[in-house]
């Protein structure tokens, strides 16, 4: 169930820099309500630019000051998890996409099927339908570099299929034109 004016356009989808962090903390909320899908909320995260890694960086540390009152943060010697919950993290990442925003002020964003990870590399949050969870520094700090990684790896794929896809063109362009009778 969304949240929209009589234009059909989200409340929360026009962000102007420097409002964009409440933006993000209002569309998180706005999902944890079940007034929006988990994907309106990685539409707000993914408008932002590369270099606007300052915006989702401010709004981890306001989902920080609002996290769910209780919530040990996760990755933490006395977290007692057990290996369901080690292999309910595993699948959770192992479906994840990436996002990564670029120094000065780097974040980056997994988003799995059920919860939406942030990070900075020294912070983070778990954030699910039901709350928000604080990370320990080094689970923050594997996670921004599972981000980076995922998002290289992608770029790199990308350049290489593009490179194959330019080669197919050469030589099929070189094909059709040793083909083609001269005429004399």
Do not use: Y
């Not at 102007?16 to 999902?31: K, P, Q």
């Amino acid at each position: 169930m969304s949240s929209e004016n009589e234009t059909g356009r989200s409340e929360f989808s026009g962000t102007v820099s420097g409002e964009a962090d409440g933006t993000l903390i209002s569309a998180v909320r706005a999902w944890q309500a079940g007034q929006w899908p988990q994907e309106q909320v990685v539409a707000q995260f993914t408008a932002l630019k590369r270099q606007e890694g300052g915006e989702v960086r401010a709004a981890l540390d306001g989902l920080l000051r609002l996290g769910t009152p209780g919530n040990a943060a996760l990755g933490t010697a006395q977290d007692g998890t057990h290996e369901t919950a080690t292999d309910a993290w595993r699948e959770e990442l192992m479906a994840s996409r990436a996002r990564a925003w670029s120094s000065p002020d780097q974040a980056g964003l997994l988003v799995g099927p059920t919860v939406l990870i942030l990070t900075d590399g020294s912070r983070g949050v778990v954030l699910s339908a039901s709350g928000t969870r604080p990370l320990s520094s080094s689970v923050s700090g594997s996670l921004m570099l599972l981000c980076q990684t995922i998002v290289l790896a992608q770029d790199a794929l990308d350049s290489r299929t593009m490179g194959d896809l330019r080669q197919q063109r050469i030589e099929s362009a070189s094909t059709s034109m040793s083909e083609i009778d001269i005429i004399s």
